[in-house]
């Protein structure tokens, strides 16, 4: 028995894992009195004026311009007047380290050295089998904000984001299209709310990194 709800408590961790590997997850808040895209144009610009001429900024505002266009807004013609003005920011917010610790189990130290039992109450915990194994990593905040403004009136704001995903990963040209997507899910989504939206990837070993 002891041995069949080792395989039993194993066989959970694996699938609680595989489930959160294929996964990408990010928090938006959104704020707007933002009308429904009928085919207004815009432009893209950056919140911060010394990002406006790089190169890494002209591939995040292509990502949101395609997603702009994919829900009903049309990019301005070069020269022409657009009726709406968007601003991007992006950036890291800080990094922490975060410890893990496993063992005979999936779930964290207390599963790693605990033997599971059966007892008159179902499964219970005691005695002790293994040592878990702890290990440290580091944890990057990742941030991507967007404005929408109408260009007659561009101090007044019609739309405002803020995305924020968690992961390993600092390399903010792999997480910015997932972050992108994560903005536009259900745009422009309830107004006030923070979401938590979550992405499933294709391939689940590339995900760790994020």
């Not at 080792?6 to 961790?13: F, G, P, R, S, T």
């Not at 968007?86 to 964290?108: H, I, N, Q």
């Not at 905040?141 to 600092?170: H, W």
Request: hydrophobic letters at 35%.
């Amino acid at each position: 028995m002891a041995n069949t709800s080792k395989i039993i408590v194993a066989l959970a961790a694996v699938l609680m894992l595989a489930g959160c590997a294929s996964k990408f997850r990010s928090d938006v808040s959104s704020w707007h009195r933002l009308p429904a895209p009928s085919g207004e144009t815009f432009v893209i610009d950056a919140k911060d004026p010394r990002k406006q001429g790089s190169l890494e900024f002209a591939q995040y505002a292509s990502l949101v311009a395609a997603q702009l266009e994919r829900v009903g807004y049309r990019s301005a013609a070069r020269g022409g007047q657009p009726d709406l003005i968007v601003r991007l920011d992006y950036g890291l917010d800080g990094a922490r380290e975060k410890v893990r610790s496993s063992g005979g189990g999936l779930y964290g130290g207390y599963y790693g050295y605990h033997r599971p039992f059966w007892g008159p109450y179902g499964w219970g915990y005691g005695g002790f089998d293994d040592y878990p194994d702890v290990r440290s990593y580091t944890v990057y905040q990742r941030k991507l904000e967007m404005e929408i403004a109408d260009a007659r009136n561009p101090g007044q704001n019609l739309y405002e984001t803020r995305v924020v995903s968690d992961g390993r990963s600092n390399r903010l040209e792999e997480v910015m299209p997932l972050m992108v997507r994560t903005l536009f899910e259900e745009f422009p989504g309830p107004s006030g709310v923070t979401r938590e939206i979550s992405i499933d990837l294709d391939k689940a070993p590339a995900s760790s990194r994020y």
